[in-house]
C-alpha cells in the first residue's frame, strides 16, 4: 500500500501554456501566457543579449545557451511536458553460446554488444569503482527482461539538432523562421505554445515523432526480431498533431490531450495514429477551456487572472460521489461526518488559504487517489 505521507511529497508537476489570437484580445495583439511549473531554483530567467542584434528574455535550465522558454521582440513559446510516444521497448529474443550473446533478428543471430561500464560509488566517507557490462543490440541499450526476453530502448536522447534546433527558435524573428527551426524535429520532450508580433497563434503536441506501423501495440514492448517494428523515418512537421490560427482566438495546453486544445478548432484525434497523442484529459485543461471559452476580450492582466483561477474542477468529480454515498451510509456514518460533508457542499470548490473546506476537500482527494490501483 501507498502511504499518505508518500503521496504528499510526490509534488505535482506540469505546465500551463495559453496563446490569444489578436480577435480576443483589447490591445488588438495577440498574447502568450508562459506558466510552467518547476522548483524556483530549476529555471533562471536571463535576458541573452548580442552584438549580432539577439534580444530575447525567459527560461533557461542550468547550462543551457538558448531560451528554454520565453520570448524575443516579435516571436514567444512555450513549453509544457509532453506525453508524445518518442521511445519504444524492443523484446530481443537472446540466446548464450561459447562467444557471448546473440539476438535473434529477421532470422539471423546477430552480437550483442558489451560495453565496461565504470561507476564512482560513494559510501560514506570513502569512494570505490565499481564496473558493470552492458548490453546493446541495434534497437539500444539492453534495460531490463520479461518472459525470458531482454528489453532495449530505442530513444533519440543524444541529438546536436536538438540544441541546434532550441538555438534556432531563440533567434526566430517570424512564423516562418520559428517553423523552420522546429523542421529539425528534434525536441523529444515538449509540446509547444506559439505566438508572434504579426498575430500568429499555434500549438504543436510533440515535435520528434517517429512513424511506426499501426499493426502495432507501442503501448507494450514490440516483437526485436522483426524488420515490421522498425521506425519507418521521422513524421514531418505538417504532420504532428497541431493547430494553427484557430476561429476560436484561444489556445490552450495543460499537459493534457491535444484534441480540446482550441475548442471547435482542436484536432481531429480520428486523423492521427494512436500513439502520437496517448495522453487523456486532466482537470486542469478542463478548467482552462471554461476560462478561455468565453466571449470576452482580455487584457493582459485578465490572461494572468485567468491562470491564476482558485477552481479546483476535480472537485467536480470527487465531491457529487461522495455525497451520494454520505446521502446512502447508516446513520452511524452520517452523524460522525455530518459537519465535515456540510462545509465541503456550502464550499465554492476555490482554493484559498485560509480555507477549512480547502484542506477538507485536498485532505479527502489525496486519500482518494492514493487508494486506487496502480495502472
Request: glycine fraction near 6%.
Given at each position: 500500500?501507498?502511504?499518505?505521507?508518500?503521496?504528499?511529497?510526490?509534488?505535482?508537476?506540469?505546465?500551463?501554456?495559453?496563446?490569444?489570437?489578436?480577435?480576443?484580445?483589447?490591445?488588438?495583439?495577440?498574447?502568450?501566457?508562459?506558466?510552467?511549473?518547476?522548483?524556483?531554483?530549476?529555471?533562471?530567467?536571463?535576458?541573452?543579449?548580442?552584438?549580432?542584434?539577439?534580444?530575447?528574455?525567459?527560461?533557461?535550465?542550468?547550462?543551457?545557451?538558448?531560451?528554454?522558454?520565453?520570448?524575443?521582440?516579435?516571436?514567444?513559446?512555450?513549453?509544457?511536458?509532453?506525453?508524445?510516444?518518442?521511445?519504444?521497448?524492443?523484446?530481443?529474443?537472446?540466446?548464450?553460446?561459447?562467444?557471448?550473446?546473440?539476438?535473434?533478428?529477421?532470422?539471423?543471430?546477430?552480437?550483442?554488444?558489451?560495453?565496461?561500464?565504470?561507476?564512482?560509488?560513494?559510501?560514506?566517507?570513502?569512494?570505490?569503482?565499481?564496473?558493470?557490462?552492458?548490453?546493446?543490440?541495434?534497437?539500444?541499450?539492453?534495460?531490463?527482461?520479461?518472459?525470458?526476453?531482454?528489453?532495449?530502448?530505442?530513444?533519440?536522447?543524444?541529438?546536436?539538432?536538438?540544441?541546434?534546433?532550441?538555438?534556432?527558435?531563440?533567434?526566430?524573428?517570424?512564423?516562418?523562421?520559428?517553423?523552420?527551426?522546429?523542421?529539425?524535429?528534434?525536441?523529444?520532450?515538449?509540446?509547444?505554445?506559439?505566438?508572434?508580433?504579426?498575430?500568429?497563434?499555434?500549438?504543436?503536441?510533440?515535435?520528434?515523432?517517429?512513424?511506426?506501423?499501426?499493426?502495432?501495440?507501442?503501448?507494450?514492448?514490440?516483437?526485436?526480431?522483426?524488420?515490421?517494428?522498425?521506425?519507418?523515418?521521422?513524421?514531418?512537421?505538417?504532420?504532428?498533431?497541431?493547430?494553427?490560427?484557430?476561429?476560436?482566438?484561444?489556445?490552450?495546453?495543460?499537459?493534457?490531450?491535444?484534441?480540446?486544445?482550441?475548442?471547435?478548432?482542436?484536432?481531429?484525434?480520428?486523423?492521427?495514429?494512436?500513439?502520437?497523442?496517448?495522453?487523456g484529459e486532466n482537470f486542469?485543461?478542463?478548467?482552462?477551456?471554461?476560462?478561455?471559452?468565453?466571449?470576452?476580450?482580455?487584457?493582459?492582466?485578465?490572461?494572468?487572472?485567468?491562470?491564476?483561477?482558485?477552481?479546483?474542477?476535480?472537485?467536480?468529480?470527487?465531491?457529487?460521489?461522495?455525497?451520494?454515498?454520505?446521502?446512502?451510509?447508516?446513520?452511524?456514518?452520517?452523524?460522525?461526518?455530518?459537519?465535515?460533508?456540510?462545509?465541503?457542499?456550502d464550499w465554492d470548490r476555490?482554493?484559498?488559504?485560509?480555507?477549512?473546506?480547502?484542506?477538507?476537500?485536498?485532505?479527502?482527494?489525496?486519500?482518494?487517489?492514493?487508494?486506487?490501483?496502480?495502472?
Amino acid at each position: 500500500a501507498v502511504s499518505l505521507e508518500a503521496v504528499s511529497e510526490e509534488r505535482e508537476t506540469g505546465s500551463n501554456g495559453f496563446a490569444i489570437a489578436p480577435k480576443k484580445s483589447v490591445s488588438g495583439h495577440a498574447m502568450l501566457y508562459i506558466n510552467p511549473h518547476v522548483p524556483f531554483y530549476f529555471r533562471s530567467e536571463v535576458q541573452l543579449v548580442s552584438d549580432e542584434g539577439l534580444n530575447a528574455y525567459g527560461a533557461v535550465t542550468w547550462g543551457q545557451f538558448f531560451i528554454y522558454q520565453g520570448f524575443n521582440a516579435h516571436c514567444g513559446w512555450m513549453h509544457t511536458s509532453s506525453y508524445a510516444d518518442v521511445a519504444d521497448l524492443y523484446e530481443e529474443k537472446v540466446h548464450k553460446n561459447s562467444t557471448g550473446w546473440t539476438y535473434e533478428y529477421e532470422g539471423k543471430q546477430l552480437p550483442v554488444t558489451e560495453r565496461k561500464l565504470v561507476f564512482k560509488v560513494k559510501q560514506n566517507e570513502t569512494t570505490s569503482t565499481k564496473t558493470l557490462t552492458g548490453y546493446y543490440t541495434q534497437h539500444g541499450p539492453v534495460l531490463g527482461s520479461r518472459n525470458g526476453k531482454w528489453l532495449s530502448l530505442k530513444a533519440n536522447n543524444r541529438s546536436y539538432n536538438a540544441l541546434l534546433e532550441s538555438w534556432l527558435i531563440t533567434k526566430a524573428n517570424t512564423f516562418a523562421q520559428y517553423k523552420a527551426a522546429m523542421n529539425l524535429l528534434s525536441n523529444a520532450t515538449n509540446n509547444t505554445v506559439y505566438a508572434d508580433d504579426k498575430g500568429n497563434t499555434a500549438f504543436w503536441y510533440g515535435n520528434f515523432m517517429p512513424k511506426r506501423s499501426i499493426s502495432y501495440d507501442w503501448t507494450q514492448p514490440v516483437d526485436g526480431t522483426t524488420r515490421a517494428t522498425e521506425w519507418q523515418g521521422l513524421h514531418p512537421l505538417n504532420e504532428l498533431v497541431q493547430v494553427i490560427n484557430p476561429a476560436p482566438g484561444w489556445i490552450q495546453n495543460c499537459n493534457s490531450t491535444p484534441f480540446t486544445s482550441a475548442g471547435k478548432d482542436s484536432p481531429d484525434k480520428t486523423k492521427y495514429p494512436a500513439y502520437m497523442a496517448p495522453d487523456g484529459e486532466n482537470f486542469r485543461g478542463i478548467n482552462a477551456i471554461k476560462l478561455l471559452s468565453g466571449q470576452e476580450k482580455l487584457t493582459l492582466d485578465g490572461l494572468i487572472a485567468k491562470g491564476y483561477d482558485h477552481y479546483l474542477t476535480a472537485f467536480d468529480v470527487l465531491l457529487p460521489a461522495l455525497f451520494k454515498a454520505y446521502d446512502s451510509a447508516p446513520d452511524s456514518t452520517k452523524n460522525q461526518l455530518k459537519e465535515p460533508v456540510q462545509i465541503l457542499k456550502d464550499w465554492d470548490r476555490k482554493a484559498a488559504i485560509h480555507s477549512v473546506a480547502n484542506s477538507l476537500a485536498v485532505e479527502y482527494g489525496t486519500r482518494f487517489f492514493a487508494a486506487l490501483p496502480k495502472a
